[in-house]
Nanobody, 125 residues
Framework: VQLQASGGGLVQTGGSLRLACAAS????????MSWFRQAPGTEREFVAA????????YYADSIRGRFSISRDNHGNSVYLHMSNLKPEDTAAYYC???????????????????WGQGTQVTVSS
């Protein structure tokens, strides 16, 4: 199984980016997908999740209204659309997969079977 994250970069405050995560080696529609992030010196934190099939999404309070998660089950990809970026959004962003109907909350990192390698987002002030 491989999760390949891409789309990170350097952007000014107020700017936008779209991250993508391409999955291979698994039945993509059998997995809920999430994005986490980790800034230097901090713990990795939950950002957003989307269920395996359907449109239910979940967001961290810190990014609600600015970020949007979506997925393409035919293309085996999940996306994170980020707008109105702030310097505090600077972090490495990771996509992760957990089996559908795992139960529990999406914040629990130990429920995720697979992780991508991370893509760096840097927001300048």
């Amino acid at each position: 199984v491989q999760l390949q994250a891409s789309g990170g970069g350097l952007v000014q405050t107020g700017g936008s980016l779209r991250l993508a995560c391409a999955a291979s080696g698994l039945t993509f529609s059998d997995y809920d997908m999430s994005w986490f992030r980790q800034a230097p010196g901090t713990e990795r934190e939950f950002v957003a999740a989307i269920v395996s099939i359907g449109s239910a999404t979940y967001y961290a309070d810190s990014i609600r209204g600015r970020f949007s998660i979506s997925r393409d089950n035919h293309g085996n990809s999940v996306y994170l659309h980020m707008s109105n970026l702030k310097p505090e959004d600077t972090a490495a962003y990771y996509c992760a997969a957990r089996p559908a109907y795992s139960g529990g909350n999406y914040y629990s990192q130990n429920r995720y079977n697979y992780w991508g390698q991370g893509t760096q987002v840097t927001v300048s002030s």
